[in-house]
C-alpha cells in the first residue's frame, strides 16, 4: 500500500458516516477514528426500567424482527388483532411454505369489530408468518414474508 | 382503581399522565405514530403499541385506531390529554360504547360548552356574567342605540355573517354610532348580501383570567384558585402564573363562585378550566369553559399541592373528591413558561433538530416536564411545545427570580427556543409590577427582541 | 445584602448555594481545585477561581488560599457548606479577622458545640435530655451498682481510655453486671494500662431524629420540625424523610422545644441541627449539633416551604427571622435518596466514570440537586455523593411511589449507583410501615441485595 | 482484497443500518464501527449564562492563553494578587527581553498580607508576561514564558 492510497481512504473515510476504521492489508495497518455526535443512548432512557420491573417491558409487542432480505413484508395496514382463519374452526389462510396469488387473503385483522382482510401484495411463496393467531398488531407490524 | 389506562396523546402531557399513573400503580399504554417511536412516553409507559402513521390525523386523531388499541390492550380507561381528541364529544361517545372509561367530562357536558351561542345562554341562566350585548340580532339604529347606551361604551357591533372584521366597528363615542352602523351594515351587506348585526360590549385589553374547578360524580364542585394567562402571543399563552396578583380575595371569591357556577350549569364533571376576561374596572366576563387538562394545570399544582392528574382518575373512577372548597389554600406564587422549539429572532419560526446536550434546571422550587432526553431528536410533525417549566417560591418576586434562574440553567442544544427571550421578558419592568394584559407581547415585542440582539452581540468567550 | 459570596465547597452543595445567590442577586465566586475544572459549580457561579491542587487538603481545606480568594474577588461573605471546612472554628475565626462575613454560627458556638463533653454538660444544665449515665468516671462497683439501677438497663459499661470496642460491655441484666464490669476493666488495663470507668445507658436500636434549627442574631430562635435519618449504613444516611410518621403532636412540641433551648443553651445563631436518638418507649435524648446546613435539609425545605439557604444569608447578614413557631407549617409529607456512587453489588464500591447519558427525574413533587450533567467526568478525589433526589407529595405512601417513580427514570450511564438499591428498599414491608430504626440497614442488607440480584438476572431485551 | 474493495465496503457499510462490521478474508483484517461516544459538548452547559449576562463571565480570570512551545510556563503556585515590582514606586523586577539566572526573583505574589517571592526555575530569557500589574492569580494560571 502506498501513501496515496492511505490519502485516499483518509478522504473516503471522511466523507463516510463511519467513525471508526481499522484495516490490515498485507503488512499494512490502518486505524482510523472520527469523534462524532452522540451515538443511539436513548435504549438507555428505560434500562432501569426494563431491568427492575417486568411489568414495565413492552414485552407485549415485538417490532424488530430481524431482516430478512429474501423477499417482500407484508406490515399491518392498523392496529387490531390478527386472525390467521376466518372462523375459529377452520383452517388458517396459509402457512409456511403455501403458494399465494396477488389480492390472495392472508389473514383478517380486527379493530372495532371489524374484521380487514390482508391480502397478498404478490405472487410468490410464504418464507416466514411473524405473528401468532389472536396475537396483538401494531400499525406496520410486519405479518408476513413472502418470497419467489 | 383502574388497572391500566391507555393514553391517547404524545410529548410531556403524555409523560405527565404516565408518571400520574406510576405513582398509581396503575399501568400505562402509550399509544405512538411511527414518527414517535423513540419517543419519551414510549419509553415510560408500561406498554406501547404503534398505532399509525406520523399524520395526526392517521394516528393521534384517528378515533378507530386508538380505541382498538385500548380494547386489545385490555384498557379499562382512556387520558386524552389536551388537544388532539381530548374535547371531541363523539370521540367520548365512541369509547363509552366500547366500555372503556372516557378520563373527562361527560359527552353532553362537552357538546353543551362547545357550542359557543348555547353555553352563554345556559351561563346567562346561571348568574354567570357574559361580555353583555344585544343578545340577538338588532334591526333598527334606535334600538341600537338603547343597547350601546345599557350596556356602555366602547361597543362592537359585529355581522352575524362576518368574518375576517368585516361588518364589524369598535365604537368609543355615542356620536360615531350611527355612522360606523351604517358603515358595518354596507360593508356586510356588499360582503355577505346579508346586513342582520349585533352589538356586544368592547372589553379593551382584558387579562384572560381563568379558574381550575374540580367536579365529582357526587354533586361536588370546586375551584382551585385562578391562573392569570395573559402573556400570550397570537392567542397562544406563554407564561401563566397563580394567583393572580390583581385579584383580591373578594374579587377571587366572586370569580371562582361564578366559576363554580358555571361547571354546575353544564352539570360539569371531572377536571376544567372557566375562562373569563377581566378588564380595568375588575369586571369579570364568562368567555368559555375548557372541558380538558389544560397545558399550564403545573401552576395550580405548585400553589394548591393537588395532583390535577390524579384527581381525574379518581373522579372518573367515581370517586368522591375528598377536598372542600375550604381546604383549598393557595400557598406561594407558582409559574410556567412554555419552551417552545421557536426562534424570536425569527419572526418565533418552528425548527427541529437533535438534542445533543440537554441540561435540565434543577434545585428547589422547580419543576420541569419535558418530553426532551439527550439525543433525542424533535419531530416536525406536531406542536412546537418542548417542555414546561414551572416555579414555585412564596412571594412573585422570588418567583420571578427563581424562574430567570432555572432559564439560565435550561440548556437544548440542537433546537432553538424561545427560553432566552422569556428570561429577558421576565426583565420587563412592567412585567415584573404584574402591569400586564392579553397586549402585553403585542406592545412590547419588539423592545424585548432589541435586548435580545443586544445581549447576543455581546463578545462570548474564546472558547 | 452583601454583594458577592464565595462558596468554599465543591459539587451539589456548591451548586445549591450558587442557585440560592442567583435568586436573591447575589454574585457568587465559585472555588475549585485543578480536578475541578469542569465543574458544574464552576460554570454556574457568576466567577470562578482555582484555589489549588486536587488533594482536598491543598484546596478545599485550603484556609489561606480560601480567604485568600474571597479577597481577591472582593467578597464580602464566604458559605461554607457542609464538609471541609463548615464547622472548624479557627477558619470562622480567620474569616473575621479577613473581614469576610462566615455564614454560619460563631466561633464560640461551634467551640461549645464541638467538644461533647462540655455540651453535654451544657444540655444538661438547660434541661435537655441526654443518654443518662456516670457523668465522670466510677471507681468502685457498689456505685456502679447504684447507678445502673437509677438509669436502668440495659447498660453500657466503657472505659476512659478505651477505643475499637475494648474495655466496652453491653449489659442487659443486674445478674451479669459485676462479671461484665470486672472483665472490662481487667480489659482495660491490660490494653491501655488504665481501669478507669464509665457507665451510660444503652439505647438499643434508636431511630435517628434530628430537628431543623433556625436561629437569628437578635434572640429568635425556632425549629422546622424533624427529620428521621435512621436508613444508615455504616453511620452514613441513605434516606431521610419529614416528617416522622412515629412523632405524635406532643412528642413533637417536646423534642422541638429540647432543641430549640440547645440551640438557645450554646447562644446558637444561623441554622443548626440538633441531633435526639428516639428509643422504642419514645424517650429521646441529646446527642450533639450541627453546627452546619446538611446534606438533608431539601427534606424540610419541601414540608415548610422555607429555603433554608436564603435564610442562612439572611441570618449572616443581621436580619431578623420573619418566620415565627406558630408559622411554621409541616405540610405532606418529603423524603430524599441520596445517590452515591457507590456500586451495592460490590460491598458498595466507590466508583467513577464519564456521564455518557442522563436522565433526570421530572415531573411534579421531584426536585433533583445534583452535580452532574451529560458528559460529565466523575471525580475520584472527593464524595460519592452525585445526586440528591427529593419527592414531596401529600401522604408518606405517596411520596414512597412518587420516589419509586423518579428513581426509575433516573440513568446516569458511565456509573455505577444505588439508585437500584434504594428502589428495592422502597419496597420492604417494614419500610413501607415505617418500621425501621437504625438497624435496619444492616439487618435487611442481604435480603434486598438479593432482590437486585434475582432483578437483574431477568433477561433483558435484545439490544 | 484491495484498497478499492475497501472503499467499496465503507461505502455499502454507510449505506447500511449496521454500526458496527468486522471482517477477515485471507490476509485482510476490516473493523468498521459507526457512532462513537460522545463528543467534548460539556462546553455547553453555560453558554445561556454566557450569553446573557456580562457578570455571569468568568471574565476576571484568564486562564487559558495562547499554548507556546518554545520555553517554559512559570506557573503560580498559589492563589493571590500579582505584582511586577517590589513596590509602587519601583521598576518591575523583569520586562519581556530581559535575561534572568535560575532563583532570580521575577514577581510577588500577596495572599492573606504575606507576600510570596516567585523566582525563576532556570537561566533564560523573559519571552512573555501573561499577567498585569496587581492581576488576581489562579492556583497553577501561568505568569511568565522563559526561553532560551
Given at each position: 500500500?502506498?501513501?496515496?492510497?492511505?490519502?485516499?481512504?483518509?478522504?473516503?473515510?471522511?466523507?463516510?458516516?463511519?467513525?471508526?476504521?481499522?484495516?490490515?492489508?498485507?503488512?499494512?495497518?490502518?486505524?482510523?477514528?472520527?469523534?462524532?455526535?452522540?451515538?443511539?443512548?436513548?435504549?438507555?432512557?428505560?434500562?432501569?426500567?426494563?431491568?427492575?420491573?417486568?411489568?414495565?417491558?413492552?414485552?407485549?409487542?415485538?417490532?424488530s424482527p430481524e431482516i430478512q432480505i429474501d423477499g417482500e413484508q407484508v406490515l399491518a395496514p392498523l392496529v387490531g388483532v390478527?386472525?390467521?382463519?376466518?372462523?375459529?374452526?377452520?383452517?388458517?389462510?396459509?402457512?409456511?411454505?403455501?403458494?399465494?396469488?396477488?389480492?390472495?387473503?392472508?389473514?383478517?385483522?380486527?379493530?372495532?369489530?371489524?374484521?380487514?382482510?390482508?391480502?397478498?401484495?404478490?405472487?410468490?411463496?410464504?418464507?416466514?408468518?411473524?405473528?401468532?393467531?389472536?396475537?396483538?398488531?401494531?400499525?406496520?407490524?410486519?405479518?408476513?414474508?413472502?418470497?419467489? | 382503581?383502574?388497572?391500566?389506562?391507555?393514553?391517547?396523546?404524545?410529548?410531556?402531557?403524555?409523560?405527565?399522565?404516565?408518571?400520574a399513573c406510576m405513582e398509581m400503580n396503575i399501568e400505562s399504554v402509550a399509544v405512538y405514530s411511527t414518527a414517535d417511536k423513540?419517543?419519551?412516553?414510549?419509553?415510560?409507559?408500561?406498554?406501547?403499541?404503534?398505532?399509525?402513521?406520523?399524520?395526526?390525523?392517521?394516528?393521534?386523531?384517528?378515533?378507530?385506531?386508538?380505541?382498538?388499541?385500548?380494547?386489545?390492550?385490555?384498557?379499562?380507561?382512556?387520558?386524552?390529554?389536551?388537544?388532539?381528541?381530548?374535547?371531541?364529544?363523539?370521540?367520548?361517545?365512541?369509547?363509552?360504547?366500547?366500555?372503556?372509561?372516557?378520563?373527562?367530562?361527560?359527552?353532553?357536558?362537552?357538546?353543551?360548552?362547545?357550542?359557543?351561542?348555547?353555553?352563554?345562554?345556559?351561563?346567562?341562566?346561571?348568574?354567570?356574567?357574559?361580555?353583555?350585548?344585544?343578545?340577538?340580532?338588532?334591526?333598527?339604529?334606535?334600538?341600537?342605540?338603547?343597547?350601546?347606551?345599557?350596556?356602555?361604551?366602547?361597543?362592537?357591533?359585529?355581522?352575524?355573517?362576518?368574518?375576517?372584521?368585516?361588518?364589524?366597528?369598535?365604537?368609543?363615542?355615542?356620536?360615531?354610532?350611527?355612522?360606523?352602523?351604517?358603515?358595518?351594515?354596507?360593508?356586510?351587506?356588499?360582503?355577505?348580501?346579508?346586513?342582520?348585526?349585533?352589538?356586544?360590549?368592547?372589553?379593551?385589553?382584558?387579562?384572560?383570567?381563568?379558574?381550575?374547578?374540580?367536579?365529582?360524580?357526587?354533586?361536588?364542585?370546586?375551584?382551585?384558585?385562578?391562573?392569570?394567562?395573559?402573556?400570550?402571543?397570537?392567542?397562544?399563552?406563554?407564561?401563566?402564573?397563580?394567583?393572580?396578583?390583581?385579584?383580591?380575595?373578594?374579587?377571587?371569591?366572586?370569580?371562582?363562585?361564578?366559576?363554580?357556577?358555571?361547571?354546575?350549569?353544564?352539570?360539569?364533571?371531572?377536571?376544567?378550566?372557566?375562562?373569563?376576561?377581566?378588564?380595568?374596572?375588575?369586571?369579570?366576563?364568562?368567555?368559555?369553559?375548557?372541558?380538558?387538562?389544560?397545558?399550564?394545570?403545573?401552576?395550580?399544582?405548585?400553589?394548591?399541592?393537588?395532583?390535577?392528574?390524579?384527581?381525574?382518575?379518581?373522579?372518573?373512577?367515581?370517586?368522591?373528591?375528598?377536598?372542600?372548597?375550604?381546604?383549598?389554600?393557595?400557598?406561594?406564587?407558582?409559574?410556567?413558561?412554555?419552551?417552545?422549539?421557536?426562534?424570536?429572532?425569527?419572526?418565533?419560526?418552528?425548527?427541529?433538530?437533535?438534542?445533543?446536550?440537554?441540561?435540565?434546571?434543577?434545585?428547589?422550587?422547580?419543576?420541569?416536564?419535558?418530553?426532551?432526553?439527550?439525543?433525542?431528536?424533535?419531530?416536525?410533525?406536531?406542536?412546537?411545545?418542548?417542555?414546561?417549566?414551572?416555579?414555585?417560591?412564596?412571594?412573585?418576586?422570588?418567583?420571578?427570580?427563581?424562574?430567570?434562574?432555572?432559564?439560565?440553567?435550561?440548556?437544548?442544544?440542537?433546537?432553538?427556543?424561545?427560553?432566552?427571550?422569556?428570561?429577558?421578558?421576565?426583565?420587563?419592568?412592567?412585567?415584573?409590577?404584574?402591569?400586564?394584559?392579553?397586549?402585553?407581547?403585542?406592545?412590547?415585542?419588539?423592545?424585548?427582541?432589541?435586548?435580545?440582539?443586544?445581549?447576543?452581540?455581546?463578545?462570548?468567550?474564546?472558547?
Amino acid at each position: 500500500m502506498e501513501l496515496k492510497d492511505v490519502k485516499e481512504l483518509l478522504k473516503a473515510f471522511d466523507e463516510s458516516n463511519s467513525s471508526y476504521l481499522s484495516v490490515e492489508i498485507d503488512n499494512t495497518k490502518i486505524k482510523l477514528k472520527k469523534y462524532c455526535e452522540q451515538g443511539p443512548v436513548v435504549e438507555n432512557a428505560t434500562r432501569v426500567v426494563e431491568q427492575m420491573l417486568p411489568a414495565h417491558n413492552n414485552d407485549n409487542v415485538d417490532n424488530s424482527p430481524e431482516i430478512q432480505i429474501d423477499g417482500e413484508q407484508v406490515l399491518a395496514p392498523l392496529v387490531g388483532v390478527f386472525y390467521a382463519a376466518p372462523s375459529p374452526d377452520e383452517d388458517a389462510y396459509v402457512q409456511v411454505g403455501d403458494s399465494v396469488k396477488k389480492g390472495q387473503v392472508l389473514c383478517l385483522i380486527e379493530a372495532m369489530k371489524m374484521m380487514s382482510e390482508i391480502t397478498a401484495p404478490k405472487d410468490g411463496v410464504i418464507k416466514k408468518i411473524f405473528v401468532k393467531n389472536q396475537d396483538v398488531v401494531e400499525f406496520e407490524q410486519p405479518l408476513f414474508l413472502i418470497g419467489d | 382503581m383502574f388497572k391500566r389506562i391507555l393514553i391517547a396523546n404524545r410529548g410531556e402531557i403524555a409523560v405527565r399522565i404516565i408518571r400520574a399513573c406510576m405513582e398509581m400503580n396503575i399501568e400505562s399504554v402509550a399509544v405512538y405514530s411511527t414518527a414517535d417511536k423513540d419517543s419519551l412516553h414510549v419509553k415510560l409507559a408500561t406498554k406501547s403499541i404503534c398505532i399509525g402513521p406520523a399524520r395526526a390525523a392517521d394516528s393521534y386523531l384517528n378515533m378507530d385506531a386508538i380505541i382498538t388499541a385500548a380494547q386489545v390492550m385490555e384498557c379499562d380507561a382512556l387520558h386524552p390529554g389536551f388537544g388532539f381528541l381530548s374535547e371531541n364529544s363523539t370521540f367520548v361517545r365512541k369509547c363509552n360504547e366500547a366500555g372503556i372509561t372516557f378520563i373527562g367530562p361527560t359527552a353532553d357536558a362537552m357538546d353543551a360548552l362547545g357550542n359557543k351561542a348555547a353555553a352563554r345562554k345556559m351561563m346567562m341562566k346561571a348568574g354567570v356574567p357574559v361580555v353583555p350585548g344585544s343578545d340577538g340580532p338588532v334591526a333598527d339604529y334606535s334600538k341600537l342605540e338603547k343597547i350601546a347606551k345599557k350596556i356602555g361604551y366602547p361597543v362592537l357591533i359585529k355581522a352575524s355573517a362576518g368574518g375576517g372584521g368585516r361588518g364589524m366597528r369598535r365604537v368609543y363615542k355615542p356620536e360615531d354610532l350611527k355612522k360606523l352602523f351604517d358603515e358595518a351594515k354596507a360593508e356586510t351587506m356588499a360582503c355577505f348580501n346579508d346586513d342582520e348585526m349585533y352589538l356586544e360590549k368592547l372589553i379593551v385589553n382584558p387579562r384572560h383570567i381563568e379558574f381550575q374547578i374540580l367536579a365529582d360524580e357526587h354533586g361536588n364542585v370546586i375551584h382551585l384558585g385562578e391562573r392569570d394567562c395573559s402573556i400570550q402571543r397570537k392567542n397562544q399563552k406563554l407564561i401563566e402564573e397563580s394567583p393572580c396578583m390583581y385579584i383580591n380575595d373578594d374579587l377571587r371569591k366572586s370569580m371562582g363562585k361564578a366559576a363554580v357556577a358555571a361547571a354546575k350549569a353544564a352539570n360539569y364533571t371531572n377536571a376544567g378550566t372557566v375562562e373569563f376576561v377581566l378588564d380595568e374596572k375588575n369586571h369579570y366576563y364568562f368567555i368559555e369553559m375548557n372541558t380538558r387538562i389544560q397545558v399550564e394545570h403545573g401552576v395550580t399544582e405548585a400553589v394548591t399541592g393537588i395532583d390535577l392528574i390524579k384527581q381525574q382518575i379518581r373522579i372518573a373512577f367515581h370517586e368522591p373528591l375528598k377536598t372542600r372548597q375550604k381546604d383549598v389554600n393557595i400557598k406561594g406564587h407558582a409559574m410556567e413558561c412554555r419552551i417552545n422549539a421557536e426562534d424570536p429572532a425569527k419572526n418565533f419560526m418552528a425548527n427541529t433538530g437533535k438534542i445533543t446536550f440537554l441540561n435540565v434546571p434543577g434545585g428547589p422550587g422547580v419543576r420541569v416536564d419535558t418530553l426532551l432526553y439527550n439525543g433525542y431528536e424533535t419531530s416536525p410533525f406536531y406542536d412546537s411545545m418542548m417542555a414546561k417549566i414551572i416555579v414555585h417560591a412564596p412571594t412573585r418576586l422570588e418567583t420571578i427570580r427563581r424562574m430567570r434562574r432555572a432559564l439560565l440553567e435550561l440548556v437544548t442544544d440542537g433546537i432553538k427556543t424561545n427560553g432566552d427571550f422569556d428570561y429577558l421578558l421576565l426583565h420587563h419592568p412592567d412585567f415584573i409590577k404584574g402591569n400586564y394584559n392579553v397586549s402585553f407581547i403585542e406592545e412590547h415585542l419588539d423592545e424585548i427582541l432589541s435586548w435580545d440582539k443586544a445581549a447576543s452581540e455581546y463578545p462570548e468567550d474564546n472558547e
